[in-house]
């Protein structure tokens, strides 16, 4: 059961996913049912028990069911004998067999000699030298009686040498006899050795020791019955625990399949609820960079120096309280922006031989919220408090005065003859300032929206590559399926 430890663990990994919200979380996966299996698998175990006790009964009642020691003593040596007698039968068997074997080998080759004599005979009407000798003798006799004509006589002569030389052949043929009548008599000798093998005592002995061994199967055929019968029971015990056993290992194999196939799918579900996650995390990071670069859009639209232009308009309140912020009555015509004061700011500059202070063209005002100077009657009160402090010996400035033109890099007057040049450079960096105004806001509004478009490339070339990351992931399962 190699699935069920650890399925909790996965289990557990499924509800966590589950409070992510994400959409892979919400198919439910259901996990196998072991304690099922564990049920089952506890069932058959006490039934194999049940089993194994009926067979130590059925042992228990084999062993009981005994033939007597002396009888039993005496089976077990009459089968020994019958053991020794068997085997020597076997010995003679084979030995019988080795000797019909050599006789029939001998018979063969003395076959093949007779028929060599008989193909060398059969060319005369003589069967041996004896009959040759005969007609030698009887042509020699009619030659020395000198009766005959002398062309007989040198037929006869003739047939003599033939005779003679004939003979001679029937030498080799004497000898091949002599190996034939050689072979008969190994063929006889062994024909008694063979009839020597065929012991009847032995037969009598198996005969007789076969005869007592069933006369005491028979007095003990009930105990052996019963006995077969134990034996038989107990046989089928053994194939119904096989059964069991059998049945737990395709319980066990079966489960052991569908926890596997419980675990590839909760390795999908795993990985499917980490890409969705990964999907989420990058959308909200891509959304927040795209809110941020809006936020910079919207903040770069603002007309560039703004709160430089207020804290020098609040300055020069501060120290000329017969100034006059203008109001201007913002349009956009064609991208570019107006002012409806613009002649009368130019105006100013000009009746106070106002200085040019020119910016270079990357020139960024970092830009610091500042508090209002003045704001309604509190000016007002300020203002009369600064035509006091004029007809005073002791000048003194405001600590945020001083912050003021310090983030304006302008220098703070230390005495009252100081301020006349405090409010020129002030109107001559406001006329600047408004110069470069529209400029400076365009070139900050192209940023932005380059800033925006390069978010939009990255963004692109994120989609680009999780899709081809997805495409090859699917090549792979692909590949795998196709190997398997």
């Not at 032995?202 to 007592?212: A, P, R, V």
């Not at 919207?298 to 203008?326: G, M, Q, R, W």
């Not at 970092?366 to 704001?375: N, P």
Request: glycine letters at 4%; zero cysteines.
């Amino acid at each position: 059961m190699s699935g069920l430890s650890g399925a909790s663990g996965a289990s557990g990994a499924s509800g966590a996913s589950g409070a992510s919200g994400l959409s892979g979380a919400s198919k439910f996966i259901k996990r196998p049912d072991d304690k099922a299996l564990k049920q089952k698998i506890e069932q058959l175990k006490i039934e194999i028990k049940q089993l194994d006790e009926q067979n130590k009964d059925l042992n228990d009642k084999i062993s009981n069911l005994q033939i007597e020691p002396k009888i039993l003593n005496e089976k077990n040596q009459l089968n020994n004998r019958l053991k020794s007698l068997i085997s020597k039968q076997s010995n003679l068997k084979n030995e019988r067999n080795s000797i019909n074997d050599q006789i029939k080998s001998i018979d063969n080759s003395m076959k093949k000699k007779i028929l060599e004599i008989q193909q060398q005979t059969s060319k005369n009407n003589f069967k041996n030298v004896g009959e040759i000798d005969s007609r030698i003798n009887y042509l020699d006799n009619l030659i020395d009686s000198g009766n005959l004509k002398l062309a007989e006589e040198r037929k006869f002569v003739k047939e003599m040498s033939s005779l003679r030389k004939l003979k001679k052949d029937f030498g080799g043929i004497e000898k091949i006899q002599q190996l034939i009548d050689e072979d008969k008599l190994k063929i006889v000798e062994l024909k008694q050795k063979l009839n020597s093998t065929h012991n009847k005592e032995l037969n009598n002995q198996f005969e007789s020791i076969q005869k007592k061994l069933d006369e005491i199967n028979s007095s003990n055929k009930s105990i052996t019955s019963k006995r077969d019968g134990l034996y038989d029971k107990r046989n089928e015990i053994k194939k119904q625990k096989d059964l069991k056993y059998n049945e737990i290992r395709q319980l066990r194999k079966e489960f052991d399949e569908k926890f596997a196939n419980f675990k590839k799918q909760m390795d999908e579900k795993r990985k499917l609820e980490e890409e969705e996650f990964k999907k989420k995390q990058l959308a909200e990071k891509q959304e927040k960079k795209k809110k941020l670069a809006e936020k910079e859009l919207a903040d770069a639209s603002i007309p560039a120096f703004t709160t430089e232009i207020n804290s020098i308009h609040n300055l020069l309140s501060y120290f000329d309280p017969s100034y006059v912020k203008p109001i201007k009555n913002k349009t956009q015509t064609n991208g570019k922006l107006s002012s409806s004061s613009s002649a009368s700011s130019s105006t100013t500059n000009t009746n106070t031989n106002s200085r040019t202070i020119e910016f270079p063209q990357d020139f960024v005002v970092v830009k610091k919220k500042q508090e209002d100077f003045f704001s309604g009657s509190k000016g007002k009160k300020q203002a009369k408090n600064l035509s006091k402090k004029k007809q005073n010996k002791n000048f003194t400035v405001a600590p945020e005065i001083v912050v003021a033109l310090s983030d304006l890099t302008i220098s703070f007057p230390t005495k009252e003859e100081d301020v006349p040049e405090t409010i020129k450079v002030l109107k001559e960096t406001l006329t600047a300032l408004e110069d470069k105004q529209e400029e400076q806001t365009k070139t900050n509004i192209e940023r932005a929206r380059a800033r925006i478009a390069k978010l939009e490339d990255e963004e692109n070339e994120d989609d680009e590559e999780e899709t081809a990351e997805e495409t090859a992931e699917a090549q792979d399962e692909e590949k795998v399926q196709v190997e398997n």
